[in-house]
T-cell receptor, first 111, second 114 residues
Framework: GEDVEQSLFLSVREGDSSVINCTYT??????LYWYKQEPGAGLQLLTY?????DMKQDQRLTVLLNKKDKHLSLRIADTQTGDSAIYFC???????????FGAGTRLFVKA | NAGVTQTPKFRVLKTGQSMTLLCAQD?????MYWYRQDPGMGLRLIHY???????AKGEVPDGYNVSRLKKQNFLLGLESAAPSQTSVYFC?????????????FGPGTRLTVL
């Protein structure tokens, strides 16, 4: 079945780069997403990448997609304390309107 | 726009009690979803709807029912609550676009079943 896996925790120092990794299983996924969840709130879309792209950059965020290995990563440059949150990797399946979420990676940013 | 709203924000139930969680969206989205979030397990899809009057089962539908009588509302019902249903429940809505299926989430309902 479909599955999205990501590590549960990541700790970085303020100003460093953070890299959050994810693997997915559905090779037919057309879109892959990164969502951010701040404490006590719902998820918000951070960025997405279409499956025919290798990389997408959006200000401090860089998404890398390796379709062969079904590996997705999110790099946050110059990580700030405000980036502390849970980051969810997700893939769209089944015609696009269903999304499978990973368990989320909790990012701790130390000042 | 209020986006996606959920009521209530918090609720404590005793085992066997029933309740309904309400989700409303004002973005005219076709698709709506109910998820539960448990520690270390991410989001699991309970039920979803692809349009007014339609519903379908997700990954963990047992013990829950849903209704989508109006396009903007999606109700999640627990007929006989069990402690295993203690969780944070999120509603989301979406539409298909060039950006795929970006989902917009409500703030969540924290439910405790004693």
């Amino acid at each position: 079945g479909e599955d999205v896996e990501q590590s549960l925790f990541l700790s970085v120092r303020e100003g460093d780069s953070s890299v959050i990794n994810c693997t997915y299983t559905d090779s037919s996924s057309t879109y892959l997403y990164w969502y951010k969840q701040e404490p006590g709130a719902g998820l918000q879309l951070l960025t997405y990448i279409f499956s025919n792209m290798d990389m997408k950059q959006d200000q401090r965020l860089t998404v890398l997609l390796n379709k062969k290995d079904k590996h997705l990563s999110l790099r946050i440059a110059d990580t700030q304390t405000g980036d502390s949150a849970i980051y969810f990797c997700a893939e769209s399946i089944g015609g696009g309107f269903k999304t499978i979420f990973g368990a989320g990676t909790r990012l701790f940013v130390k000042a | 726009n209020a986006g996606v709203t959920q009521t209530p924000k918090f609720r404590v139930l005793k085992t066997g009690q029933s309740m309904t969680l309400l989700c409303a969206q004002d973005m005219n989205h076709e698709y709506m979803y109910w998820y539960r979030q448990d520690p270390g397990m991410g989001l699991r899809l309970i039920h979803y709807s692809v349009g007014e009057g339609t519903t379908a089962k997700g990954e963990v539908p047992d013990g829950y029912n849903v209704s989508r009588l109006k396009k903007q509302n999606f109700l999640l019902g627990l007929e006989s609550a069990a402690p295993s249903q203690t969780s944070v429940y999120f509603c989301a809505s979406s539409y298909l676009s060039r950006g795929g299926n970006t989902q917009y989430f409500g703030p969540g309902t924290r439910l405790t079943v004693l």
